[in-house]
């Protein structure tokens, strides 16, 4: 089946530990993101990529960082640097040439324990 | 700064009923709009989408509506039925290969 694969579901993750999350798509893609979720609060962007070997920060980049080294995957890194890591993790992936439709990954949801 | 945000966090409504989800958005030079259903512990799924050159869009059951003297969009939802219950976004394009996502509604359908 198409469609974008992120894992694990759940992170369990001590304080002062990086921890990489994956994101894995078959749609040919060549824009993906990172966004994260808190609780009663919309998606904000932490980083994209529009093409491999190449990616841009988004509006909350600090203590995460990203690789895009294969068209078909773009992990995210969450560093020990994040100071509140505990969230939901959505990654997308849009084909159009221009942000249209982004289509969402299952989402990885970490916990800092 | 700019942002798209909700008039209501919450929205109940009863089964049959129809729903209208309101957002607001400040950034007018956004031209593309589109509104997401999250279900619990899942990712955003796409429901409709409407170019700033439309003001009305219609799929099956939802119509989107846009007013772009106010900087105004709602989603309508026909019918509302137990399965459209989950948090709606509304996002919009604030330039190439972003969305801006407002905070989200969560519609809760009564039997």
């Known amino acids: 089946d198409g469609g974008i694969t992120q894992s694990p579901k759940y992170l369990f993750r001590k304080e002062g530990q990086n921890v990489t999350l994956s994101c894995e798509q078959n749609l040919n893609h060549d824009a993906m993101y990172w966004y994260r979720q808190d609780p009663g609060q919309g998606l904000r962007l932490i980083y994209y990529s529009q093409i491999v070997n190449d990616f841009q920060k988004g509006d909350i980049a600090e203590g995460y960082s990203v690789s895009r080294e294969k068209k078909e995957s773009f992990p995210l890194t969450v560093t020990s640097a994040q100071k509140n890591p505990t969230a939901f993790y959505l990654c997308a992936t849009t084909g159009t040439g221009r942000t249209g439709e982004l289509f969402f990954g299952e989402g990885s949801r970490l916990t800092v324990l | 700064g700019e942002s798209v945000g909700l008039h209501l966090p919450t929205l109940s409504v009863q089964e049959g009923d129809n729903s209208i989800i309101n957002c607001a958005y400040s950034?007018?030079?956004?031209?593309?709009f589109i509104w997401y259903k999250q279900e619990s512990g899942k990712g955003p799924q796409f429901i409709i989408d409407i170019r700033s050159n439309m003001d009305k869009r219609q799929g099956q059951r939802v119509t989107v509506l846009l007013n772009k003297t106010v900087k105004h969009l709602s989603l309508q939802i026909a019918a509302t039925q137990p399965g459209d219950s989950a948090v709606y976004f509304c996002?919009?394009?604030?330039?190439?290969?972003?969305?801006?996502f407002g905070a989200g509604t969560t519609v809760t359908v009564r039997a």
């Open positions: 950034n007018s030079a956004s031209d593309y």
């Open positions: 996002a919009e394009n604030r330039n190439d290969y972003k969305l801006s």
